[in-house]
């Protein structure tokens, strides 16, 4: 019952925040709200904007939304203010303000991109995500300090997700598709006066591929190949030869395999013992294996999930013969019970 109050108090909320009733920018107050979600002890007013209610029980329960860290380093959300309002009175909910540099989208503001040519231009990299995904931008060698913190506050803001990162991208949509580390080159574009960035070597064969499009080689691609994905090698049929199905005896022996993979917590040597440990298995323990790619260096994703798949699958059937061998055994036991 208790869960079920606290998400209707959330959803109320959320009316009011969407009516009007998140209001001000104030910081957040020095009050306290019970465990409960009842209302906390009056007074205590901060320094935001915005009148206080004589008491915050005039607000009705507190909201259970949390308070959330800005990227400036500000307070957001829920404030624990009650303030007036037109119609009475409201618990405050601050929006965070908008990035000094870069939008949601995440795009450099142009401001800090103003060129007229390309010798005013220079490229800061920064984290589009907490995967550690990385945009290499081109910016004013005026603006080159700026950015550069603002990037660095950008990256510290973020959460460690363990997730794999994407390879760096450039302002015209070009990758790094081998991850070489390379520098992007930047031009000023004399259209925009606007400084903008592009991967060497985004030639793929015979052809430019289009912003978006991956340039694929090696398997299953003879020759440089553009393909409108983020990823190689693509699935289809037409791209492949020599399909072979698996048999029974195959995914037994893939399950078993991957059964077999010893298991871990770690950290990476960059990361500080403070980091969040990541969760997985350790290449050495396994190569050579279907999960590994021919480098020894990288996990195949695709390899690895097939033999996941695999073994869901022996266990499927392994449930279902046990099932057969239940409703056999309810058959047999109902027969007997009838003989008198």
């Known amino acids: 019952m208790r869960l079920q109050n606290w998400i209707a108090l959330g959803f109320t909320s959320a009316i009011v925040a969407a009516c009007g009733g998140a209001v001000s920018l ?14 906390g002890t009056d007074g205590g007013g901060t320094d935001g904007g915005g009148t206080e209610c004589s008491s915050k029980a005039d607000c009705g329960p507190a909201p259970k939304s949390v308070a959330i860290q800005c990227s400036d380093g500000s307070i957001g959300g829920n404030t624990g203010r009650c303030l007036k309002t037109a119609t009475g009175c409201a618990w405050e909910r601050r929006e965070c303000p908008t990035d000094a540099c870069f939008d949601a989208t995440p795009a450099l503001s142009p401001v800090y991109k103003k060129c007229a040519s390309t010798a005013d231009c220079t490229v800061i990299d920064f984290e589009i995500n907490c995967c550690g995904s990385m945009h290499a931008t081109g910016v004013s060698v005026t603006s080159k300090a700026t950015v550069a913190t603002c990037a660095a506050d950008r990256a510290a803001a973020f959460p460690k997700c363990g997730c794999p990162t994407t390879a760096p991208i450039a302002d015209d949509g070009t990758t790094d598709t081998g991850f070489s580390g390379a520098a992007p080159a930047v031009t000023c574009n004399q259209t925009t006066s606007q400084c903008e960035t592009s991967f060497k070597g985004e030639v793929c064969g015979g052809t430019t591929c289009k912003p978006g499009a991956t340039c694929c080689s090696g398997v299953p691609f003879p020759t440089p190949t553009c393909v409108d994905s983020g990823a190689c090698p693509v699935s289809q049929r037409k ?31 960059s ?8 969760l997985g298995f350790i290449i050495d323990d396994i190569a050579p294996s279907p999960a590994v790619q021919p480098s020894g260096e990288r996990v195949d994703m695709y390899g690895y999930q097939t033999m996941a798949v695999a073994t869901l699958q022996v266990q499927a059937r392994e449930l279902a013969a046990l099932r057969r061998e239940v409703e056999d055994l309810k058959a047999t036991c109902a027969t007997r019970s009838k003989r008198p």
């Open 271 to 278: 990361e500080s013992e403070t980091e969040r440990e990541h």
């Open 26 to 39: 104030g910081e957040i107050g020095s009050s306290q709200t019970t465990s409960d979600g009842g209302g």
């Open 239 to 269: 791209h492949k030869k020599d399909i072979t199905y698996l048999s029974e005896t195959d995914r037994q022996r893939l399950s078993d395999e991957l059964l077999g993979f010893p298991l871990a917590t770690y950290r990476y040597k």
